[in-house]
């Protein structure tokens, strides 16, 4: 006789978890927490690349726009590995890719040094990223209750350390 898989366990809270069948006795909020963050960042995929067409940059992928503001911090130039490592980009194809048309827009300005080719941003993609901050003040900042200031850090640390959390379970199950 076939064997019913296992309901998973029924919660006396509200839950938004978009996968039930992987509620876990040890962490249902693991699921409604992963819900949450794919909502959150399709949400705030949207909201990036519309705040950057607003900025007048249309037709870049929220890959080009995150980049583009990288390579304008700190006003410093840019390796290739690096900008993958601090974004945790596993497929640099896909920076490389992103960078080649940032080049191509004019946004974005190469030198060689040695074997490495090192990024920086021109005064255009200097001026976009500029454009783009004034658009987020006027849309998203103005709107923020500045009491969320503080729950805001304390989740964007949460959001680090789970981010470390799924990291290194990649590398678990890359073994398995």
């Known amino acids: 006789a076939k064997r019913k898989p296992a309901k998973p366990p029924r919660r006396t809270t509200a839950n938004t978890a978009s ?14 927490f992963e819900f949450g963050l794919i909502v959150a960042w399709n ?3 949207r909201w990036a690349v519309r705040c950057m067409a607003a900025a007048g940059v249309k037709d870049l992928t929220l890959t080009d726009v995150l980049l583009l503001h990288h390579v304008n ?6 390796k290739l590995a690096d900008i993958c490592f601090v974004l945790n980009y596993e ?8 960078l080649k048309k940032l080049v191509a827009a004019k946004l974005v ?3 060689k040094v040695g074997k490495e080719v090192l990024y920086s941003p021109t005064a255009a993609g200097e001026a976009a990223v500029m454009a783009y901050r004034n658009v987020r003040e006027q849309c998203l900042i103005e709107s923020l209750d500045t009491e969320l200031n503080a ?5 964007a640390r949460l959001l680090r350390t789970m981010s470390g959390m799924y990291d290194q379970a990649a590398r678990a199950a890359s073994s398995l």
């Open 19 to 32: 996968s039930p069948h992987l509620l876990s006795p040890r962490s249902a909020e693991l699921s409604e």
């Open 43 to 45: 949400a705030f995929s």
């Open 73 to 78: 911090h700190r006003a410093r130039n840019k």
């Open 91 to 98: 497929d640099t194809h896909v920076v490389a890719y992103s």
């Open 109 to 111: 300005a190469t030198e």
């Open 151 to 155: 729950p805001i850090g304390e989740l």
